[in-house]
Nanobody
Framework: VQLQASGGGLVQPGGSLRLSCAASGNIFSINAMGWYRQAPGKQRELVAR???????NYADSVKGRFTISRDNAKNTMYLQMNSLKPEDTAVYFCQAETVVADYWGPGTQVTVSS
């Protein structure tokens, strides 16, 4: 499984961004996908996750602001991020879970600053 994330950038507090993660390869082996982030000096943390059945879960810090979704026809996962805060600044990674392994894409930088 190969993953490629895009959509990061610089945004002012209160603004919005949409991240995309395109999956290729053995996509039929994927059971769930997720977004993680890592801020400087901090551990990587789960932001949001979505299963093949559409079940979602979110970190408490992003509930009500972020929405994870998947377009199976396009093999793409999205993260709509609204009401962004400076503390959302991090490198965001997409991840795919299979029975045998987890796969990661290269990160995309999100910076929230005025």
């Amino acid at each position: 499984v190969q993953l490629q994330a895009s959509g990061g950038g610089l945004v002012q507090p209160g603004g919005s961004l949409r991240l995309s993660c395109a999956a290729s390869g053995n996509i039929f082996s994927i059971n769930a996908m997720g977004w993680y982030r890592q801020a400087p000096g901090k551990q990587r943390e789960l932001v949001a996750r979505i299963t093949n059945g559409g079940t979602t879960n979110y970190a408490d810090s992003v509930k009500g602001r972020f929405t994870i979704s998947r377009d199976n026809a396009k093999n793409t996962m999205y993260l709509q991020m609204n009401s962004l805060k400076p503390e959302d600044t991090a490198v965001y990674f997409c991840q795919a879970e299979t029975v045998v392994a987890d796969y990661w894409g290269p990160g995309t930088q999100v910076t929230v600053s005025s």
